[in-house]
């Protein structure tokens, strides 16, 4: 069965990091594009992040570039996000997404993790 | 960006009634890249369709997608119980992919 299992979501001050894990299972993680998508609470889903199957490429929403830095372990199976300087609006459910389609940064998702909460706030 | 306006924002229906759903993309979805997602509360957003109309595996065929250019339908032709969710749609044609607004699909 595919799975993705995020975890490294909590509560942290405006200005603060976290890092965001999702880890893989049920397939074959280096030979997918992987994204990290949001939902803010009262708002819909938002696009965050994306990376290529190598790891080589990676791009990211105008909202989170220069801060938000996506990675993967394509021996550990394990997808990160390591996110800096952090917004009161930046506070949401983070899913981990399996990415299919031409290219790396525009497709389909499937499957979707159950999401990790971060919450800013002072 | 392309922004998308789902349409309407709640839909109240019975078991067994058709639901239509709307999605109208601000600029052409390119190549027909529109998909759907299904989320109901507590558990993460299950894909449904992709491609405008093609399904995903395991979706039944009450579920089905059409449209081209900017507006998109979904359509459950008879509403089971496990239906009532919300329902996004998502374009992945042009940078940077954007979601609708969603719409929900609430028991009349």
């Known amino acids: 069965e595919v799975q993705l299992l995020e975890s490294g979501g909590g509560f942290v001050q405006p200005g603060g990091s976290l890092r965001l894990s999702c880890a893989a299972s049920?397939?074959?993680?280096?030979?997918?594009?992987m994204n990290w998508v949001r939902r803010a609470p009262g708002r819909g889903l938002e696009w965050v992040s994306a990376i290529i199957d190598s790891g080589d490429s990676t791009d990211y929403a105008d909202s989170v570039k220069g801060r938000f830095t996506i990675s993967r372990d394509n021996f550990k199976n394990t997808l990160y996000l390591q996110m800096t300087n952090l917004r009161a609006d930046d506070s949401a459910v983070y899913h981990c997404?399996?990415?299919?389609?031409?290219?790396?940064?525009?497709?389909?998702?499937?499957?979707w993790g159950q999401g990790t909460l971060v919450t800013v706030a002072s | 960006e392309s922004v998308l306006a789902q349409s309407p924002v709640t839909l109240s229906l019975s078991p067994g009634e058709r639901a239509t759903l709307s999605c109208r993309a601000s600029e052409g979805v390119s190549n027909g890249y529109l998909a759907w997602y299904q989320q109901k509360p507590g558990q993460a957003p299950r894909l449904l369709i992709f491609?405008?109309?093609t399904r995903a595996t395991g979706i039944p065929d009450r579920f089905s997608g059409s449209g081209s250019g900017t507006d998109f339908t979904l359509t459950i032709s008879r509403l089971e119980a496990e239906d009532f969710a919300v329902y996004y749609c998502q374009q992945y044609g042009r940078e940077p992919l954007t979601f609708g607004g969603g719409t929900k699909v609430e028991i009349k």
């Open positions: 491609g405008v109309s």
């Open positions: 049920g397939f074959t993680f280096s030979s997918y594009a």
């Open positions: 997404v399996r990415a299919k389609g031409e290219w790396f940064h525009l497709g389909w998702f499937d499957p």
